[in-house]
């Protein structure tokens, strides 16, 4: 598929590809829509457009999250790979959730290690909604947290609305970037921000504002949950990123503060993306190449920034990463 920012796919346990979407369509193994999957309410140009999230003791059942600032709002639909002689139906389209959201949107396992959390946050506002999903389905009705900044703009302005949420590999810390435009009046509310996040309860809480800095796009853990990276984006005019790292572990808010190490790319960039490797892969917008950290837990430097580290040519690299429930990546104890 051909998408500018965010996408999800699922695969079985042994690695094999069941489904993928773009947040509008829903396409199996064989690279075709799924019955019933066309018409998703997504956005091809949101930043974590769509997540899948597989329903705690069913081994078919998935459910597709999708988000869209421009109408509405979040929603879910439902693949069940019973159907189709394995290649899977969708059973259930674009039931809504809530509609003035933002286009952030993750998932996290639950501190129970079987259900799992779908974390949202409102436009317009400084609320969070985490959405509960058990082996008796979603509950609709959220676990509300007002936390840190509140969105401001009018209709059709979607600036504060772009930007990555990430939890921590442990569940407990939760980071924000929040985009904004080249105006001058705006750059308060770009920036990055890290936040409690208890995975019993789902609520989110005690805002640290980290840096205000306009166009902060992508944000990500590094596996033993000591560092955050940042990075911020202007994808032209000419392109150029900076990347940022904090150690969140360096003692109170003023220690990780003056923690924070940063340098500059002459690259568009959008995403980063922990994988199972540990290492952090950074996208980089209209180019045939993607960057790693190889050593992400490492402070400054040590991190080992590879620019350019991997060819895709002839295809290119857009903003976005798949996006995936947190746990994927969790470090084995």
């Not at 998408?3 to 396409?27: K, M, P, Q, R, W």
């Not at 990430?166 to 920036?191: C, E, H, Q, R, V």
């Not at 960039?269 to 892969?281: C, H």
């Not at 180019?287 to 295809?315: C, E, R």
Request: proline residues 5%.
């Amino acid at each position: 598929m051909n998408i500018a920012e965010g996408c999800a796919t699922a695969s079985d346990a042994n690695g094999n590809l069941l489904f993928y979407t773009d947040g509008l369509v829903i396409n199996n193994s064989n690279h075709v829509p799924m019955a019933n999957g066309v018409g998703l309410f997504g956005n091809s140009s949101s930043t974590q457009g769509a997540v899948i999230v597989k329903q705690p003791g069913n081994a078919n059942i998935f459910y597709v999250f999708t988000v869209n600032t421009n109408s509405n709002g979040i929603c879910y639909s439902i693949v069940d790979m019973s159907l189709a002689a394995g290649l899977g139906s969708v059973t259930v389209l674009n039931s809504p959730l809530y509609n003035l959201t933002s286009e952030k949107q993750v998932a996290v396992r639950h501190c129970n290690g079987r259900d799992a959390w779908i974390v949202s946050h409102d436009f317009f506002s400084n609320n969070f909604r985490a959405y509960l999903l058990t082996d008796q389905g979603l509950n609709p009705t959220p676990v509300m947290s007002g936390a840190g900044e509140t969105y401001t703009g009018t209709a059709g302005y979607r600036a504060p609305a772009i930007g990555h949420l990430k939890i921590s590999p442990d569940g407990k810390k939760l980071a924000m970037a929040t985009y904004s435009n080249s105006l001058p009046s705006t750059f308060a509310l770009g920036g990055f921000h890290l936040f409690d996040f208890d995975a019993s309860t789902g609520i989110v809480s005690n805002s640290l504002s980290l840096l205000n800095v306009p166009m902060a796009y992508g944000v990500e853990f590094s596996a033993d949950g000591s560092k955050l990276y940042g990075v911020t984006s202007e994808p032209v005019n000419p392109p150029n990123a900076s990347v940022f790292q904090w150690n969140i572990c360096a003692g109170n808010a003023a220690a990780v503060l003056a923690s924070q190490y940063s340098f500059t790319l002459s690259t568009g960039a959008g995403s980063l993306q922990r994988a199972i490797d540990g290492k952090i892969y950074l996208a980089q917008t209209t180019q045939q190449n993607i960057s790693v950290i190889n050593s992400p837990n490492a402070s400054g430097a040590a991190m080992n920034f590879s620019f350019n580290a991997i060819n895709l040519s002839p295809k290119m690299s857009g903003l976005g990463f798949p996006n995936y429930i947190n746990s994927y990546t969790k470090p084995v104890p």
